[in-house]
């Protein structure tokens, strides 16, 4: 990591999104998901005991969020994003390593995910972290019935620096 990288992201911190993040994670969403999250989704996330909704600060800016919830022993990564500026300096990864942390327990089988299959940044970003693909779900996206990538990874799956 170059010693630019490394201070950008010392500058980063991750935490549990709270009631007043929602409008800022429905600003970034907006902009950046063709399928974006209303609001009473995004609320309804943070009211479940199953769920593990994340954000990612830098200084005082909300740069990114997660959202997983939890089916059985398996956490489904349901939307992960950072916004634009803030992209390429290890947010995302971030993101995704406090889930990691947070989700482990006994009992813990892995972590599922779909992806675009034209969103090669993200399949990229997966398949740094153990993620593999496990099969395609066909015309999963509603807006324009793009197929879906299934990704899975097994709980202490190793990481690809
Ligand atoms: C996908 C997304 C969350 C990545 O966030 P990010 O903070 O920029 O990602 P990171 O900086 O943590 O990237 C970690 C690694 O993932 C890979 N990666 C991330 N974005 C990439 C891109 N656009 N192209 C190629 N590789 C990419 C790289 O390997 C990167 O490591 P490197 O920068 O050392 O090369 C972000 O691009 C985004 O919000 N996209 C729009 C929403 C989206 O597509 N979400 C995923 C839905 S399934």
Redesign the pocket.
């Known amino acids: 990591m170059s010693r630019a990288r490394a201070a950008a992201e010392s500058t980063v911190s991750v935490r549990d999104m709270r009631e007043r993040d929602v409008r800022h994670v429905e600003r970034i969403e907006n902009q950046?998901?063709a399928i974006p999250w209303p609001r009473h989704m995004l609320m309804a996330e943070l009211g479940s005991a199953k769920t593990i909704d994340l954000v990612a600060l830098d200084g005082a800016s909300l740069a990114?969020y997660l959202l997983a919830s939890r089916y059985a022993d398996v956490w489904h990564i349901l939307?992960?994003?950072?916004d634009v500026p803030?992209?390429?300096?290890?947010?995302?990864?971030?993101l995704m390593h406090a889930l990691f942390l947070r989700a482990a327990g006994p009992g813990l089988l892995g972590f599922t995910?779909?992806?675009?299959v034209s969103?090669?940044?993200?399949i990229?970003?997966y398949e740094?972290l153990g993620f593999v693909s496990r099969g395609v779900r066909p015309g999963y996206y509603s807006d324009n019935r793009e197929d879906a990538l299934i990704m899975w990874r097994e709980p202490f799956a190793g990481v690809v620096p």
């Open positions: 950046v998901s990114g939307n992960v994003a950072v803030f992209r390429r300096r290890g947010i995302g990864r971030a995910l779909e992806v675009r969103n090669a940044g993200a990229s970003l740094g």
